[in-house]
């Protein structure tokens, strides 16, 4: 029995295991690369600094992927456990991706991270750079392969419903590898992991220069970091605007919610800077404007229109009548699968079964759903609005700090003295928890967005879930989080540990290290 | 394109080999982490055992993780009634084996006692509980499951988690851990050296004896005391999957009809038998080498007799017996099976040759003077 608990609860261990998960992600993502430019430096150079540097770094990077690799073994089994029927109807497409990401990603980052660490002595100087180096293309390849099932979810390209197996099959794989949504999807999150490493990098450094440790690994490592950091942040700033442009092109009503766009607007639609958004009465208080601007993004034209809220619900509410016939079809069609002008009636409405599959929220039977229960269904394909208009600018607020932080360490590093020295080191060490706060309610926003698809348009998240009881749920949730959270506390503790020892010294034989430019 | 026939049987080969590889990879670290409480004596010498196998147990474990991709990817409804069934046995192995990536990384990095032998524990808990737990499932899946679907192919399964735990299916749990450990002891015969190396020789002979008697014992007691499962009906092999097109039936020795049909099959059995027996007289006498080849092919055998004894039954249904899932009716379709059948044979001989290549460099025995010569850079 499939209850709105139960649903809820599955959500919620979800979205919990994978925001775990992704508290490590971005950081692997980004120091991995940091640490093959460290690791560059030091067989061009061949100083001893850039060993020492990618070594600390390097040892940060362990701690934190253990946990990303305990975390994440979950992720790779929940479509399974909790989301049975999900694996099912999209299996066939969704698999793929999730097979081919360990063929090819997860064997390439976990052979070679063991030779990252352990193989400092058993292999030449460039054939260990290949080691590191093939580790991070191992982490970031595993992205892309994730990203392109999650964006199947977003934009499902490349497939089709067959009522004889009762799912959804993939009818072209490269549609669904190269889907526009998966690309600019990639290239948002991975740049966004390498600002959080840069982050990491750089307010570690600004730390050890304020206390006055460690002078020469930190201001190598914050130039480094900054100038990283910087061209990265432009790279995910254009792939944030190119997501923002593909969703409004492909779902309405996720950024609908994110701009709280309750009316449709004449074009080009207004960009709204700040708002109370009021979900009863469907209206913004206090709203601030900036005219014509989400018109310009969001349709890159003057003339084009946005749908709000309200136009939304009435165009799905069609739909879902459409749907009606289509699931009465569909069970018409399994009773006698050789009928050819049923097929051709169900063909007709079969994009629009997903919304009737809807109902099955607020109805066992969804041929005799009654209109109160429809005009609820449609309401609800609008996730709520004020979490969606929120953390989205908060979002965009958190990266904006980091190129702040960027933009001064460029600056720092670079002119060596400046004014407010003290000041702006701070800034930068304050800034530590931003990537990590913009990567967590970035996906929160693309997923929360989403509601109340699993599939958008295709699979509602309330038929998603596997069959089981809501005492099997709560039990799995505690020993998730509980388990997760003492982890996480340790990881942390451990972490705070290694940076206030700071790098290992240099060894006896080591050339003398030539001061900081600084 | 191949046609649809021979994909699913490529694809129930291809699932095997992974089970396989995931075994004999995976098990060389989760057997050495089963042993480590109990065969370090001392905090190098577990140092030495970790150290064995620290760069490799990631690797290692991706086999499991492929494995689960590929059974998501082949046979989906398999992957989503087997996984949602077997939730609170799924959950188990899976806090167990978190546990083990920061095992490994943490357990260096501070030298107090209590924290080290915390770590150790959840090293072996991690090490110990899926191996058993993988044992217990297969034992259930020969046994079928209580499942079925309704009419929408949402899978329901019936049972509880304490019905997992049946003798028949402990026994199949008990078989498998020792054998993972009897790997393990195998693969520190080879790896270290000294008294550890010594005590690892004994643990090889040992367990050796007791996975054999206990593989005599499983598979007699699954000859004539389990019931197998037989497809009654016609069965399509080549349309869209559909698990309720067909007929099975629960008879007494179902599961011998495939070796009686092909009596070369029988080799199997035999050669598990005999491998581990040789297995554990080479480790006995300190050949770890030749021992770690006999044990892993112990593991194949072990791994595929269920696998063959059921073909082309993949998770019978003991409550309806008619939504068993076959390979030939639990698959993914044509399209895909054939696109991820060229995916694996592009991506998996690069995954062997780097494998090889990386426990090359990484070669030789771990010491206690290795380990106090690199004591910083080690776990």
């Known amino acids: ?518 | 394109m191949l046609d649809y026939e021979t994909l699913r049987i490529i694809w129930w080969l291809l699932i095997g080999i992974l089970l396989i590889g995931f075994s004999i990879m995976d098990g060389q670290d989760m057997g050495v982490g089963t042993l480590l409480p109990f065969l370090g004596k001392t905090d190098t010498e577990r140092r030495c055992m970790i150290n064995a196998v620290a760069p490799h147990w990631d690797g290692n474990q991706v086999w499991l993780l492929t494995g689960g991709g590929a059974i998501f990817a082949a046979w989906p409804l398999m992957y989503a009634a087997a996984f949602s069934g077997f939730y609170w046995a799924m959950l188990l192995v899976l806090l167990t084996l978190i546990l083990r990536p920061v095992g490994f990384d943490f357990r260096g990095k501070i030298a107090a006692t209590r924290w080290r032998t915390t770590w150790d524990t959840c090293l072996f808990l991690g090490s110990a509980v899926p191996p058993l737990i993988f044992g217990v499932a297969f034992g259930n899946l020969l046994q079928g499951v209580p499942f079925h679907f309704d009419d929408t192919l949402r899978p329901i399964y019936t049972g509880s988690f304490t019905a997992l735990l049946n003798p028949f299916a402990l026994l199949c749990g008990i078989v498998s851990l020792s054998m993972f450990i009897f790997h393990g002891a195998n693969y520190l015969v080879l790896r270290t050296d000294g008294e550890l190396r010594q005590r690892a020789r004994s643990v090889s002979r040992v367990c050796g004896l007791i996975t054999a008697v206990l593989f005599i014992a499983v598979s007699l007691w699954g000859w004539f005391g389990i019931d197998g499962y037989r497809i009654a009906s016609d069965i399509a092999t080549d349309t869209p999957s559909n698990p309720l097109a067909k007929h099975v039936i629960i008879e007494p020795g179902a599961w011998l009809r495939n070796l009686t049909a092909c009596p070369l099959l029988w080799i199997i059995p035999v050669l598990g038998l005999a491998s581990t027996l040789t297995g554990a007289i080479l480790g006995g006498r300190g050949r770890g080498g030749a021992a770690i080849l006999c044990s892993s092919l112990t593991m194949l055998c072990l791994v595929l007799l269920p696998l063959v004894a059921m073909f082309p039954f993949v998770m019978p249904s003991s409550s309806q017996p008619d939504a068993s899932l076959t390979l030939w009716d639990c698959t993914s379709s044509q399209l895909t099976l054939f696109i991820m059948l060229i995916v694996t044979i592009v991506l998996l001989p690069p995954v062997l040759i780097y494998t090889t290549w990386a426990y090359k460099v990484m070669s030789g025995k771990i010491t206690p003077a290795y380990i106090k010569a690199h004591d910083k850079q080690l776990y």
């Open chain 1, 1 to 518: 029995m499939i209850t709105e608990q139960l649903v809820d609860l599955s959500r919620l261990q979800f979205a919990l295991t994978a925001m775990y998960h992704y508290l490590f992600v971005p950081l692997t993502l980004g120091l991995s690369f940091l640490l093959v430019i460290m690791e560059s430096c030091y067989v061009i150079s061949g100083r001893e600094i850039y060993r020492q540097m990618t070594r600390f770094w390097g040892k940060l990077f362990g701690i934190n992927f253990a946990m990303g690799v305990a975390t994440g073994i979950t992720m790779e089994f929940q479509f399974g456990t909790n989301w049975a029927y999900y694996s099912h109807y999209v299996g066939d497409i969704f698999g793929a991706p999730l097979a081919i990401e360990g063929l090819m990603a997860f064997f390439l980052e976990s052979t070679f991270i063991g030779l990252f660490f352990f193989g400092w002595n058993r292999l030449s100087r460039l054939k260990h750079l290949a080691a590191t180096f093939l580790m991070a293309l191992g982490s970031n390849i595993s992205a892309l392969w994730i990203l392109i099932a999650n964006s199947w979810m977003q934009y499902p390209a490349g497939s089709a419903f067959n009522d004889v197996t009762m799912r959804m099959e993939m009818t072209n794989f490269w549609e669904v590898v190269t889907s526009p949504w998966a690309q600019s999807t990639f290239m948002h999150t991975i740049s966004a992991g390498y600002m959080t490493g840069a982050i990491f990098v750089i307010s570690i450094s600004a730390y050890y220069l304020l206390k006055g440790n460690h002078t020469e690994l930190a201001s190598r490592s914050l130039r480094i970091g900054s100038i990283f950091g910087l061209i990265v942040t432009f790279f995910t700033f254009h792939m944030g605007d190119e997501s923002a442009y593909l969703t409004a092109q492909h779902q309405p009503s996720k950024l609908a919610a994110m701009e709280a766009m309750w009316e449709t607007h004449p074009a080009p639609a207004p960009l709204s800077l700040f708002a109370i958004p009021d979900e009863e009465a469907q209206c913004n208080h206090a709203e601030i404007r900036m005219p014509a601007l989400l018109g310009l993004m969001g349709t890159r034209s003057l003339s084009e229109t946005l749908p709000g809220i309200s136009d939304i619900i009435a165009t799905n509410e069609v739909r879902i009548r459409n749907g009606i016939l289509a699931v009465t079809l569909l069970d018409q069609l399994r009773q006698d699968p050789g009928n050819s002008s049923l097929r051709a009636r169900f063909d007709a409405v079969k994009s629009d079964l997903g919304y009737g599959l809807l109902l099955n929220r607020y109805t066992s039977d969804i041929s005799t759903a009654t209109p109160e229960q429809i005009k609820q269904a449609a309401r609800s394909t609008i996730p709520r609005v004020a979490p969606m208009y929120w953390s989205f600018r908060l979002m965009i607020g958190a990266g904006c700090l980091c190129l702040l932080a960027f933009i001064l360490g460029c600056w720092y590093s670079l002119r060596g003295s400046i004014p407010c020295r003290k000041p702006v080191l701070l800034f930068i060490v304050l800034c530590l928890p931003m990537p990590w706060i913009a990567c967590e309610i970035g996906w929160f926003v693309t997923e929360y967005g989403r509601q109340p698809w699993s599939i958008y348009e295709v699979l509602p998240v309330h038929l998603s879930v596997s069959s089981l009881s809501v005492g099997d749920l709560w039990g799995s949730l505690s020993g998730f989080v509980g388990l997760y959270t003492l982890l996480l506390i340790v990881e942390i503790w451990l972490m705070l540990r290694t940076i206030g020892h700071g790098p290992a010294p240099e060894p006896q034989t080591a050339p003398a290290p030539t001061p900081a430019q600084a």
